[in-house]
C-alpha cells in the first residue's frame, strides 16, 4: 500500500501542474483502466473516480487540447463502465 502512494502523489502533482497531453495522457489512461483501488491519503478510491476528480480539479490549468482529449477519453471510458 505504501508503494502505491508514492506513485500517486507524485502523479497527482504532475496532473496537477503539467497540462500537456504528452504527460498526463499516460496518467489517465492508468487510472482508467485499473481495476485496482488507488490509494490516496484520504483512503482507496475507484481509478475512474480519481480520473474525475483530478480532472475537474486542474481543468482550467490544461491546453484546449488536453482538455478535450482528456474529456474524450474520460467520458468513453464511464461509457464503457456502464455497458
Request: glycine share 6%; hydrophobic share 40%.
Amino acid at each position: 500500500m505504501l508503494g502505491e502512494k508514492i506513485v500517486v502523489n507524485p502523479a497527482h502533482t504532475v496532473v496537477k501542474n503539467v497540462g500537456r497531453m504528452k504527460y498526463l495522457g499516460p496518467i489517465y489512461n492508468a487510472l482508467l483502466t485499473t481495476t485496482e483501488m488507488v490509494q490516496l491519503d484520504s483512503g482507496p478510491a475507484k481509478g475512474k473516480d480519481v480520473a474525475v476528480a483530478w480532472f475537474n480539479e486542474s481543468f482550467s490549468f490544461y491546453s484546449p487540447y488536453a482538455q478535450v482529449q482528456l474529456k474524450r477519453k474520460i467520458d468513453d471510458a464511464m461509457a464503457s463502465a456502464t455497458k
